[in-house]
Structure formats: C-alpha cells, structure tokens
C-alpha cells in the first residue's frame, strides 16, 4: 500500500473531533462520534458492504453473507479519551477498509465472511466503562446495567443509544471465526512497522469518594478541618508507591471537587484509581494495599473513604498458535505485551483474537502528541491485509 493512498483516506477523518488542544474530543455517540458512524456507512456504501448494527452500538460492514458462520471480523473503535491522540481506534477502522480493497484488487473472494468492524465506547471516557461494546457483544455485562450508566451530564447509555442494548449474540462462538484489531502501539516496544500482540495486563478502575466536612478556608482553624482534600493527595502518593514497589502501573487521573470553590474547604473529593499489572495477583494487591492506606489516613484526617470498583478486565493472553501464525506470516514480527486494554481482549474469551500493532515512534499515546508514520500504517495495513486474506 503507497503511503499517499493511506494519508488520502486518513486525511477524511482527520479533522473530525479535533479541538484546539490538537487532541480528539469524540465521546461514544456524540457528535463527533456520530459523523464518524456516518463515514463509516459512507466507506461501506462506496465498498457495496451492508451494514449491520448489533443493537448494542456496535456497527459491522460486511463482505459476504451479514453473521454467516465463521465471519472474521477486523476494525476497531472511534471513541477516544479526552484530548487523547486520532490513532488509538480509528488506525484499526480505517486499515480494515484498506485491507478490504487490497484484498478486492488483488482479486481474492474470501470463503467466508469478512466484516469491517467500529466497537462503541471502548476507551469508556463518557459512561466509565471501557470495551462497553465488545462486553455487550459477548454477554459479558448485563444490558439492563449498560443501559443505566451515565455520563457527566447525566445522560445514560440507553438514552444514548436510543434502546436498551440486545446484548450477547447469540450464536456468538459459532458466527466469528476470528477477530483481528490492528491498533497503534502504545509503549514504545515496537522498533519494527509490524508486531503482534501476545498479551494484555489485567487492569480496573476504582472510584474513591473521600468525604469531610464543607466549611469556611479563612475561618475554619486548621485543627478543626476535616478536609478530603488531604486523604485524597495522601491516596494519588500512596498508589503511585505501592505500583511503583510491585513493578505494576496505578493512576489518579481524573478527579471531582465539591464545591470546587477556592475559598471553601471541600466536602467530597471523588478520585479514580488505574491499576494494571502483569498479572491479577500482583494488581490485586497494589489496590488492597492503596484501599488499606487510604482507610488509615481519613481516619487520621475525620474523613470518611468509600471505595467502588468501576470495572475490571482479566488478564488476557491472546491465542497463542493465532499469533504465532501471524507472526510467521508478517516475517517474524515481533510478538509482545501490552499495558492498554482492547476490545480484542474482551472478545478473546470467547472467539480466537489477535491483535497487530503499528510502530508508535515515541511511545505516548492518550495525548495529542499521539503519532505514527504514513510509511508504518500503509506497512499495518499491507500487514493486515495478508492476515485477513490467510483467514479468510
Ligand atoms: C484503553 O485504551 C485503556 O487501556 O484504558
Ligand atoms: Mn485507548
Ligand atoms: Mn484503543
């Protein structure tokens, strides 16, 4: 693939969501989102693929018969975190529908059915929890509880979506042969164009509500304070020891005031814990350990912490013959681990997964400065069309 054909499909979405950060702002089935679902549609049209919604978000562009047994589904998400990078997601849409016409010029027929897929609210930066859509999918979260989630403004997923979601389908293990999700690489591992993922760290968010007491910054004397603000900062330092002391990774990054008034000593802090590690024991622990010293110091500061965990995602080691395969396919493309959670992970529970990964220069992914090459995704997508054509 020539490097100016993947910039001139790239360049069709590149504006979409973009804010003056230089970051991407598209929320699961929010406006930009949205046109991002058309364009989807459009790319579709103009390829004679039906589209199919799942009725939980999830949209599939199909070449060949829509769920016939053992389709192989490639594509990835548009959602992004906020202010995060254009790549993580849309790499895996856009490369899919190239894969398909390299495939189509090359004059392949696949024996089975190809579809190009677009997951909903993977990164779960509007209703909290991430691979919403694959979850959906595979039955792995009941769609009543989906529904209910909410966002910031309080809008919930079902309003949202304009439904309660279908949840699993069924047949799922017979109608998906295997799911490829090609995606940027978000560590700095990869020195080559191409590698193929081997496995996903277990990771989970956890929302800590530290309350105190609301009351005045000028007359209140500091013996009397019972400030959440304190229990919090000691928290964000004490996740960042305790992952740093069990090689694993813990993150306070996103967090909620009241009143957020300067002059006012706040009445509830609201912080959400991270954590990953290269296995559930380990990541277990750092989180008992942050629970337990986030206990002891609002005791010392008359607060009060409670603690809910927001989501979990198993440790996941993709198909190992898969990757195997793909690699030796790819000219031994490296094979290697990964900190971020994808909607690959999810389904790979039940169906053969595999992810490809794109070389990402610097490594920083979840921010605007976010990169990779022309060059190195007209390598992903060449590299994604001789998998899928193996597959298929
Ligand atoms: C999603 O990208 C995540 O790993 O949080
Ligand atoms: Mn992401
Ligand atoms: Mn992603």
Not at 28 to 46: G, K, Y
Not at 70 to 88: E, K, M, N, Q, R
Not at 182 to 205: D, F, K, N, T, Y
Request: charged share 20%.
């Amino acid at each position: 693939m020539s490097e100016k054909v993947f910039s001139a499909l790239w360049a069709e979405i590149e504006s979409i969501g973009r804010v003056s950060s230089g970051g991407y702002m598209r929320y699961a089935l929010d406006a930009p989102e949205l046109v991002l679902r058309d364009w989807f549609r459009n790319q579709a049209d103009r390829r004679d693929m039906p589209v199919t919604d799942d009725g939980n978000g999830n949209l599939f562009a199909w070449w060949g018969e829509p769920w016939g047994r053992g389709a192989v589904l490639t594509g990835s998400h548009f959602d992004s975190v906020p202010h995060g990078g254009g790549y993580d997601g849309p790499l895996g849409i856009v490369s899919a529908f190239l894969a398909v016409d390299q495939l189509r010029a090359a004059g392949h027929t696949p024996e089975v059915p190809l579809a190009v897929v677009a997951f909903v609210e993977e990164e779960g930066g509007r209703f909290g929890l991430p691979c919403l859509g694959s979850r959906l999918l595979s039955g792995a979260i009941d769609p009543a509880k989906a529904a209910a989630l909410t966002d910031r403004d309080g809008v919930t997923f079902g309003e949202a979506l304009g439904a309660t979601p279908a949840g699993a389908l069924p047949g799922l293990t017979n109608r998906i042969g295997a799911l490829v999700e090609l995606h940027i690489e978000q560590g700095r591992q990869l020195e080559v164009p191409v590698g193929v993922a081997s496995a996903i760290w277990p990771h989970g968010r956890w929302r800590f509500d530290f309350t105190g007491h609301g009351d005045h910054a000028g007359t209140t004397r500091m013996a009397d304070r019972r400030d959440p603000m304190l229990t919090f900062a000691y928290t964000v330092l004490a996740a960042n020891k305790e992952a740093r002391l069990a090689g694993a990774h813990a993150t306070m990054a996103r967090v909620e005031v009241e009143p957020n008034a300067t002059n006012a000593i706040p009445s509830l802090v609201r912080g959400w814990l991270d954590a990953r590690a290269a296995d559930t024991g380990t990541m277990d622990s750092v989180v008992e350990a942050v629970v337990k010293r986030a206990t002891e110091r609002a005791g010392r500061d008359g607060t009060e912490v409670a603690v809910t965990a927001e989501s979990l995602s198993a440790e996941v080691t993709f198909d190992t013959a898969l990757a195997s395969r793909l690699s030796a396919m790819l000219g031994d493309a490296p094979i290697l681990p990964t900190g971020a959670g994808h909607d690959a992970g999810v389904l790979s529970a039940q169906v053969p997964t595999a992810m490809l990964f794109v070389r990402n220069p610097t490594g920083i992914s979840h921010s605007p400065a976010e990169h990779a090459e022309p060059a190195d995704c007209a390598a992903g997508v060449d590299a994604l069309a001789t998998v899928v054509r193996e597959l298929t």
